[in-house]
C-alpha cells in the first residue's frame, strides 16, 4: 500500500496560470516532506521541501503548503511557465530517518501551454 | 550538477542473465541510494548504504544486492534478471544524515530485460 499517493496523473495549465499539485501521505511518522521535479532522460532534482512544524514554505514562484490534519500537501506554482513542463513527485521523509530515505508518490505530469 | 555517473545508461538484457549496474560520485558523499521508478509507482528505494562496505535494504530489495567497496562507487546486481526488474534505476547520494533537501540523483540507466 502506498504510502505517499499523488491521485492525479497529469495536469494540464495555460501559462501564466497557477498550477497546483497535490500529494496524501498515510504514515504519520513521517514530518519532512519534499518536491522533486524531474525532466525526460534525467534525474529528479529537489525543487522545495517543508518541515511539519510549518504550513507554508515560499520559494520564489512555488509555494508548498502542508495540512498536517488532512495529511495532505500542495505545491503551487505562480506563474506557471512552460518550463515547468516535468514530471513532478511529492516525497517524505522522517526528520528521525538519519539516512536520508526517501518515500516517493507516483508523480503528476504537468504541462504548461503557451 | 553533483559528480553522479551511472553505466551503462540504456542496457538489454535476457531473463536469468546478471546485471550490473554502476553508480560512481566525486563528491566524496557519505550516503549512497538506489531507486527504481516505475509507472504509477514514483521511486522505490531498493538498497542503500551509509560508508564503504555499509549497506542497508530498502523497500524493494528482493532479487537486487548491492556492493560498496570504495566511498565513490556503489554496485547493484542482479544476480538473474526477471521481466519485473525492467524499469529506470536512479542512483542517488547525500553527505550526511538529517539532510533531506541534499540527495542528488544521477542521470538513470533503463534496464530492459527480455
Known amino acids: 500500500d502506498q504510502q505517499v499517493k499523488q491521485n492525479s496523473p497529469s495536469l494540464s495549465v495555460q501559462e501564466g496560470r497557477i498550477s497546483i499539485l497535490n500529494c496524501d501521505y498515510t504514515?504519520?511518522?513521517?514530518?519532512?516532506f519534499l518536491w522533486y521535479k524531474k525532466y525526460p532522460a534525467e534525474g529528479p532534482t529537489f525543487l522545495i521541501s517543508?518541515?511539519?512544524?510549518?504550513d507554508k514554505n515560499e520559494d520564489g514562484r512555488f509555494t508548498v503548503f502542508l495540512n498536517k490534519s488532512a495529511k495532505h500537501l500542495s505545491l503551487h506554482i505562480v506563474p506557471s511557465q512552460p518550463g515547468d513542463s516535468a514530471v513532478y513527485f511529492c516525497a517524505a521523509s522522517g526528520l528521525s530517518n538519519a539516512g536520508n530515505m526517501l518515500t516517493f508518490g507516483g508523480g503528476t505530469r504537468l504541462m504548461v501551454k503557451p | 550538477d553533483a559528480g553522479i555517473t551511472q553505466s551503462p545508461r540504456h542496457k538489454v538484457t535476457e531473463t536469468g542473465t546478471p546485471v550490473t549496474l554502476r553508480c560512481h560520485q566525486t563528491e566524496n558523499h557519505r550516503y549512497m541510494y538506489w531507486y527504481r521508478q516505475d509507472p504509477g509507482h514514483g521511486l522505490r528505494l531498493i538498497h542503500y548504504s551509509y560508508g564503504v562496505k555499509d549497506t542497508d535494504k530498502g523497500e524493494v530489495s528482493d532479487g537486487y544486492s548491492v556492493s560498496r567497496s570504495k566511498t565513490e562507487d556503489f554496485l547493484l546486481t542482479l544476480e538473474s534478471a526477471t521481466s519485473s526488474q525492467t524499469s529506470v534505476y536512479f542512483c542517488?547520494?547525500?553527505?550526511?544524515?538529517?539532510?533531506?533537501?541534499?540527495?542528488?540523483f544521477g542521470p538513470g540507466t533503463r534496464l530492459t530485460v527480455t
Open positions: 504514515n504519520s511518522m513521517f514530518d519532512y
Open positions: 517543508i518541515s511539519s512544524i510549518k
Open positions: 542517488a547520494i547525500s553527505p550526511a544524515g538529517g539532510l533531506a533537501d541534499f540527495v542528488y
